[in-house]
């Protein structure tokens, strides 16, 4: 059968108009199996990390079993060597050297490992009415209604004064108990029913509820507080005091699920931003070769408030380790710096014909339409945002188009909706040419999140590609 000539018009618009697919409707056989694959080591990295010390500890046991060692400094470096440094085991970096000296600058993948929580007060255990609770302050940007009547669970650590550690994860393993946080109930809740949603519930009512029966050998009062304090101090061995020198934080007990008939998504806690940091991760191990540029990865503490403190991205720590790296080739800092490039991986919002309301939607990131880059992010005037040149846009779609990888262009909402920040200003403050990209997810902030397994895979493969890039 003769085919059919395209008319001048189609030609045309062939030629002029930017026409975006379903990721689904040009995925090959070869990254679909790919996909599939990453898909359930994404979801094994996630259970093991829901918190970024927990992130770290995973990072490292995965870096360590395909070679990576400690980064020492002084210590001689050749192309192909890996190498990684923890920052106060809240933050790691890594990386592969590259076959061409740092003065010729290095490729940077950079996500954070913190996400949205509740943590628990200095002095947070105390009973009222015969019940134990534990006082919290939120971490990072949460609608505080989300967080009632949903299992919890309890991870972290206890600095004592004798100088040792003692690590906590109650809720995770088979057999451990949960806790919650209570809600008022619907035939009482009429005058809470008619407040606004961010003022239904206080932060001073996110109280966890971790137990209600007293010590029995004992006539004093709070013998509930002091049941649970002696639970603890069997297990733990430590005493209220403790909690001083504690960083203890109340997360979700959602663990990574496949969501739909299809199963073509992802639900879990912490894909913010533990999605990007994976794929970041993910692609620097899966280097089959050494890369011509020095091939980085940093994992950062902090974004959630601002990316402030010794584990954030405005740390001297990044730096440091840059510095180290450079130092061991007699190449200097800013000359690395001012010839490197930084992908910086955080996730950005979906479009949801739920809200259309706040979504342009010409210029949103869609599920299933690929790694989502962002010129800038910021809130409206792109405050806060790096902004990346036209230059460095062209560069990284002809890097993605090069390596097949699925890609999209995105906005965080419409203009006056409000927005949001990433790491990306502080690499571009180094004199680093920066990009903001990701995964985009659905529900973002919340206990449970949603992305696509197809945005995961093109992220990692995205990064990847950046990493291998001359």
Known sequence: MEEKQKTTGEKRREALLYQQKNGYDCLSPADESAMRAYSEDYKKFLDSSMTEREAVDTAISLAEARGF????????????????????????MLAVVGSQPLDQGAKIGAAHIDSPRLDLKPSPLYEDAELAFLK?????????YQWVTI????????????????????????????????????????????????????????????GSRPFQDDEGDQRVKLAIMDILNQKYGIVEEDFISAELSVVPAFHASDIGFDRSLIGAYGHDDRVCAYAALAALLDLEETPARTAVCMLADKEEIGSEGVTGMQSAAFDTFMSDLCDAQKVSLKACYEKSFCLSTDVTAAYDPNFPEVYEKRNSARINYGIGFCKYTGARGKSGSSDASAEVVAM??????????????AELGKVDAGGGGTVACYMANRDID???AGVPVLSMHAPFETVSKLDCYMTYKGIKAVYLSK
């Open 69 to 92: 060692k400690p980064l020492v400094r002084g210590m001689e470096l050749r192309p192909g060597d890996k190498v990684y440094r923890s920052n106060r085991g809240k933050a790691v």
């Open 136 to 144: 919290t302050h939120y971490y990072g940007g949460i609608r505080k």
């Open 151 to 210: 299992p919890l669970e309890l991870h972290g650590v206890v600095a004592l004064k004798d100088g040792s550690v003692v690590k906590v994860a109650i809720g995770s393993a088979a057999g451990d108990p949960l806790f919650t946080i209570d809600d008022l109930l619907p035939h009482l809740g009429a005058e809470q029913s008619k407040k606004p949603l961010g003022e239904a519930i206080p932060g001073e009512n996110l109280n966890i509820l971790v």
């Open 396 to 409: 990284v779609r002809r890097i993605m188009d090069d390596a097949g990888v699925i890609w999209q262009m």
């Open 434 to 436: 920066t990009l903001d």
